[in-house]
């Protein structure tokens, strides 16, 4: 696995809706420019050599990246992928949707859902609008947001920007009704 740069964003809510959050809400997220294991290469049919070499290192390297931003709390989380433009929507996939890879960020949280996720192709500068869902229950409704973000001069055509994302809390001011209500 061949990283180009890992970048970390940390945003610490303070206000929502004209009322201050109590506690703050912190959110985190890094990500890995990587090269794309499979560039050059044509169609690949069998991914899995590509997804052995670099999935597990690369969620060994950005989980406890993401925690350490936190301050060692989590209670929603995602990942993403935005693959360059010589690259298949399928090769981000791989990568993030591999136990190699989640179970790095689910077992550094102590975690019990699988992370939700999203990939997409893009040009450098694309944004990622990584979902986030609660670590341990994903119908709770609190914790269904989305964090925004990018890196400028990411992904180049033959790399693949890959995401991990983290918040100490669900929505600030959330209040809806618990899924149950809905039955």
């Known amino acids: 696995m061949k990283i180009r740069k890992l970048t970390t964003v940390v945003e610490e809510i303070l206000s929502e809706g004209g009322r201050e959050t109590s506690p703050v809400i912190t959110v985190a997220a890094v990500a890995a420019v990587i090269e794309n294991p499979w560039r050059g290469q044509g169609f690949v049919e069998d991914l899995n050599p590509g997804i052995d070499a670099t999935a597990s290192a690369l969620g060994a390297e950005l989980a406890p990246r993401v925690m350490e931003a936190l301050g060692g709390s989590l209670e929603a989380y995602g990942k993403?992928?935005?693959i360059g433009l010589n690259?298949?929507?399928e090769h981000g996939s791989a990568l993030i949707h591999t136990l190699k890879f989640g179970n790095h960020f689910r077992d550094a949280a102590q975690a019990s859902t699988l992370l939700p996720a999203v990939e997409?192709?893009?040009e450098a500068g694309a944004v990622f609008d990584i979902p986030l869902k609660h670590f341990t229950d994903a119908t709770i409704?609190?914790?269904?947001q989305t964090f925004e973000?990018?890196?400028?001069d990411?992904?180049?055509?033959?790399?693949?920007?890959?995401a991990l994302a983290g918040s100490t809390g669900g929505r600030p001011q959330q209040r809806l009704a618990p899924l149950s209500a809905d039955k």
Not at 149 to 152: F, K
Not at 154 to 160: F, K, L, R, Y
Request: glycine share 8%; no cysteine; proline share 4%.
């Open 120 to 122: 997409k192709r893009g």
């Open 87 to 89: 690259g298949e929507i």
């Open 149 to 152: 973000w990018r890196v400028a």
């Open 80 to 82: 993403a992928a935005i």
């Open 154 to 162: 990411a992904p180049h055509a033959d790399e693949i920007l890959i």
């Open 141 to 144: 409704r609190s914790h269904h």
